[in-house]
């Protein structure tokens, strides 16, 4: 098997995403092979003794590492512009590792609460239940950030843009308070994508992502991805994964692998539909609220223009008669499916408030933008035309 191209790091990250990280077999295949296998079979004792001391390059076994995940990892990696990279089964085991791992019982966690609702439960609810404290701020309010350090404090986690409501945070402002007071800072760039949004160069620590959403892109597979320095990801991260046992299947590694080689291209695409379809919205007379990445009306657009360089695939807008007013629209669309997921190459329509924020009460769900008449918009790859004519039936109903 012939060693990872390192010289693809230095290639543009579109020729990346189709080189980096390939491990060929003795087959010389020109795809990327599937290892689909739990072990590996070593020549002799002393072999296997070096493997478990890391003395002797090559697998050992699924949980801890595979050829066809390792080939993902790097290929991550070389595209975000990070020294490691570890994959996991679901983007919820990749959040719960990189803000669990670093911390101990005593440490304190400060977190933007505009958060997907499992993000947040692992802060708000998981995590005091170890002895770690933790203080919800408003993201947007820097000082909030600052106000919040404690001298136990050792993690900062925030989404941006944020699931559902697309609240955009200040990565620079906020990893500067982090590095002062200690902290690393833990950046979920789901909705952003790795192609609009850099947030290691932006001074974050480590960025996860739902891999998904966007990477897989076309509604098949489950996985997780944890980015930053090799100190890092190598030290309390590894051992978690490790130990606790998240590991990504090889099959799914696979399938997110050649799901890479069209990032760009299927991204590219869906963010101009998104502006089709987000521009067409806001110019119609229904919705009483419109937010997108890429309008100028967006709460914090200038941070935007500084930090993102394109406005991601989703739309966030707000339709007159509350849960009503959304049920109707979303059981009049016919292309449009109603799904929790998103980034998929099919468009996907969901009411937050009675699904991914249901947990939350009114009160918090309102403190989060999450109101009765909000909805969340995922654009595929359909002609915006298409899209456009379902929503236009569809708002005439509500
Ligand atoms: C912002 C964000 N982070 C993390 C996750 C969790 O990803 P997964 O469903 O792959 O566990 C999601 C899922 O919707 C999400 O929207």
Redo the contacts with the bound molecule.
């Keep these: 098997m012939s060693a990872p191209d390192n010289a693809a790091a230095k290639l543009h990250p579109e020729t990346r995403l189709v080189h980096a990280g390939i491990l060929r077999s003795q087959y010389g295949e020109t795809s990327e092979a599937l290892f689909l296998t739990q072990g590996h079979v070593y020549d002799n004792a002393a072999q296997a003794e070096g493997r478990f001391l890391n003395t002797d390059p090559g697998f050992q076994y699924g949980r801890l590492s595979n050829p066809t995940v390792a080939m993902l990892e790097e290929r991550m990696a070389a595209f975000e512009g990070a020294k490691a990279c570890r994959a996991t089964a ?3 085991a990749a ?1 719960t590792a990189a803000v669990m791992a670093p911390v101990r019982a005593g440490d304190h966690v400060v977190a933007a609460s505009a958060l ?1 609702g ?2 947040r439960y692992i802060v708000e609810d998981h995590l005091p239940r170890y002895g770690v404290e933790t203080t919800l701020v408003d993201g947007t309010d820097i000082e909030a950030w600052r106000k919040a350090v404690k001298p136990n404090t050792k993690v900062f986690f925030l ?1 941006s843009p944020s ?1 559902p409501t697309l609240e955009v945070i200040d990565i620079p402002a906020v990893a500067k308070i982090a590095k002062e007071a200690g902290a690393i800072l833990v950046v ?1 760039n ?2 952003a994508t790795p192609l609009f949004q850099r947030p290691l160069e932006l001074g974050a620590d480590i960025v996860v992502y ?1 891999a ?1 959403k966007h990477i897989d892109g076309q509604g098949r597979c ?1 996985g ?1 991805l944890i980015l930053g320095s090799k100190k890092l990801i190598e030290g309390d991260i590894q051992q978690f994964l490790r130990q606790t046992g998240p590991a990504l299947s090889p099959f799914n590694a696979w399938v997110m692998l050649k799901s890479l080689e069209t990032l760009p291209l299927r991204i590219g695409k869906q963010a101009e539909n998104a502006t089709r379809v987000a521009d067409w919205l806001a110019a119609h007379s229904v919705p009483s609220r419109v937010i997108f990445c890429g309008h100028k009306s967006h709460p914090q657009a200038e941070i935007i223009a500084r930090q993102m360089s394109g406005p991601s695939t989703l739309i966030a807008f707000e339709v007159p008669g509350g849960k009503e007013g959304a049920y109707r629209l979303l059981d009049a669309c016919r292309l449009i499916r109603i799904s929790n997921n ?1 980034g998929d190459a099919k468009s996907l329509i969901v009411h937050p408030a009675t699904t991914t924020h249901q947990r939350f009460t009114p009160e918090v769900r309102a403190a989060m933008g999450v109101t009765d008449g909000l909805i969340r918009l995922s654009i595929g790859l359909e002609h915006p035309d298409d899209l456009i004519a379902d929503l236009e039936q569809a708002l005439a109903k509500v």
Excluded: I
């Design positions: 679901t983007g919820m959040v997907f499992s993000c989404e699931n979920d789901v909705f739902s998904t489950l997780g998103l």
